[in-house]
């Protein structure tokens, strides 16, 4: 099978990360994607905890959507060529590949062994706030040639938690489980990335 990797904080996980693996389930050869909160962030980003975090994806996991711990069964900093190439060894059976959004492009080659990632696997990249065209001159200065831009969102977890922070409804950026938990474990009240 083909299985591609959408990875992150997932705090929270919302309809921009399911709009893109739907679309890369519908356009590309892909059978699954595979949400994979991370343990912690590589870049030393503020994140809820894994619990919160995991069970909130797993709100999100539907048909050829499915979520992976393997991330933070690891319980360190997972790096993507690590995450990918253990993946590769213990599911041979299947080809993997990678979603990233557009706005992490302009530190792609700040990641772990990034020239690595690109002459083994295919990056698909998803466009975010109106990033589109931009996003197209640093992948030619990087010579990303086998790589696709698909139809963009501007959803963000950081609008998100601060809408919860709030008070705000959080209809039309989250699924409805996954909004009905923020608010059951008082999530992001008191987070500190919500100014």
């Not at 360190?76 to 706005?103: A, D, R, V, W």
Request: proline share 4%; net charge positive.
């Amino acid at each position: 099978m083909y299985i591609a990797i959408l990875g992150g904080s997932f705090d929270p996980p919302h309809f921009g990360h399911l709009l893109a693996a739907r679309q890369i389930l519908d356009f590309t050869k892909t059978d699954e994607v595979w949400l994979m909160p991370c343990f912690s962030h590589p870049f030393d980003k503020n994140t809820s905890s894994v619990k919160h975090r995991l069970a909130m994806a797993k709100l999100c996991s539907k048909g050829k959507i499915k979520v992976s711990d393997w991330e933070i069964k690891q319980k360190k900093i997972s790096y993507s060529i690590n995450t990918l190439n253990c993946l590769s060894q213990k599911f041979p059976q299947h080809k993997f590949s990678f979603i990233i959004g557009s706005e992490q492009v302009k530190d792609f080659k700040k990641w772990k062994d990034w020239q690595q990632i690109l002459k083994k696997y295919k990056i698909w990249i998803f466009p975010r706030d109106g990033l589109f065209a931009k996003t197209r001159t640093v992948l030619a200065g990087m010579v990303l040639v086998r790589h696709r831009l698909l139809v963009t969102s501007a959803l963000a977890s950081t609008k998100i938690r601060k809408r919860a922070r709030k008070g705000l409804d959080l209809d039309y950026f989250v699924p409805e489980k996954v909004e009905a938990y923020i608010k059951k474990h008082n999530l992001y009240k008191d987070y500190k990335n919500c100014k």
